[in-house]
C-alpha cells in the first residue's frame, strides 16, 4: 500500500467544503497519473465523501468538482471510501498547517514530512484505541 502527501494552497478559495472538494480531487488525480489500480479516499469531509459516493446528481455548490471525482474514481478497478473525522485525522490537519509555509506544491509518495509522519503514528493508535 502507498501513501500519498501532498500540500497546495487554496488559499483563494472561500468555504472548507470546496478546499476540501479540491483536495480530493487532486489525491484522485495524482494517484490515477501514478498508474495505481485501487484506491482508499479518506477524508475529513463527511460531505465530500458522500456526494462522491452517491449516485444522484450533486446540484450543490461543489457540483462540478464532484462530478469530476466520480469520473476520474470509475476508471479505478477497487475504491473505497473513508471518513476519518479530524481527531483521528491530525496528520492532515499538520500538513495543512505545514503547507503555510511552502509557496508552491509538494508532493511525498511512501514519506511525508517527518511531523506528519508523527502525526499520522499518533492517528493510528488513536484509532486502533476503538
Same mark, same amino acid.
Given at each position: 500500500?502507498?501513501?500519498l502527501?501532498k500540500? *497546495?494552497?487554496?488559499n483563494?478559495?472561500?468555504?472548507?467544503?470546496?478546499?476540501?472538494?479540491?483536495?480530493?480531487?487532486?489525491?484522485?488525480?495524482?494517484?490515477?497519473?501514478?498508474?495505481?489500480?485501487?484506491?482508499?479516499?479518506?477524508r475529513?469531509?463527511?460531505?465530500?465523501? *458522500?456526494?462522491?459516493?452517491?449516485?444522484?446528481?450533486?446540484?450543490?455548490?461543489?457540483?462540478?468538482?464532484?462530478?469530476?471525482? *466520480?469520473?476520474?474514481?470509475r476508471?479505478f478497478?477497487?475504491?473505497?471510501?473513508?471518513?476519518?473525522g479530524?481527531?483521528?485525522?491530525?496528520a492532515?490537519?499538520?500538513?495543512?498547517?505545514?503547507?503555510?509555509?511552502?509557496?508552491?506544491?509538494?508532493?511525498?509518495?511512501?514519506e511525508?514530512?517527518?511531523?506528519?509522519?508523527?502525526?499520522?503514528?499518533?492517528?493510528k493508535?488513536?484509532?486502533?484505541?476503538?
Open positions: 500500500m502507498a501513501m502527501s500540500i *497546495k494552497d487554496f483563494c478559495v472561500a468555504d472548507v467544503t470546496t478546499v476540501e472538494a479540491k483536495a480530493c480531487l487532486q489525491a484522485v488525480s495524482v494517484i490515477e497519473e501514478l498508474g495505481f489500480r485501487n484506491l482508499t479516499v479518506e475529513d469531509s463527511l460531505t465530500v465523501i *458522500k456526494k462522491s459516493q452517491f449516485l444522484e446528481v450533486d446540484k450543490s455548490s461543489i457540483a462540478v468538482i464532484i462530478q469530476e471525482i *466520480k469520473k476520474r474514481c476508471r478497478e477497487n475504491i473505497t471510501y473513508s471518513f476519518a479530524r481527531l483521528a485525522n491530525q492532515a490537519h499538520v500538513l495543512a498547517e505545514e503547507g503555510k509555509n511552502w509557496a508552491e506544491t509538494r508532493v511525498w509518495l511512501d511525508a514530512l517527518q511531523i506528519t509522519e508523527l502525526a499520522a503514528e499518533r492517528d493508535r488513536f484509532l486502533s484505541q476503538d
